[in-house]
């Protein structure tokens, strides 16, 4: 009974350990798209002076 109980709490550990992954890669891409914005603004500040 032990056993079953610590591979059900093993599994939830893993799917949580993805799902973490997937925010944080998801985070990742929203911070580099806000960059990319960032220097494109900055780019066509550069380009009006």
């Known amino acids: 009974m032990l056993k079953k ?9 893993m799917f949580g350990a993805i799902s973490a992954c997937n925010t944080v890669a998801g985070m990742g891409k929203d911070v580099q798209t806000g960059g ?4 494109d603004a900055a ?5 009006k002076m």
């Open 5 to 13: 109980i610590m591979v059900i709490a093993a599994m939830f550990g």
């Open 36 to 39: 990319e914005k960032v220097q």
């Open 43 to 47: 780019q066509d500040a550069q380009k």
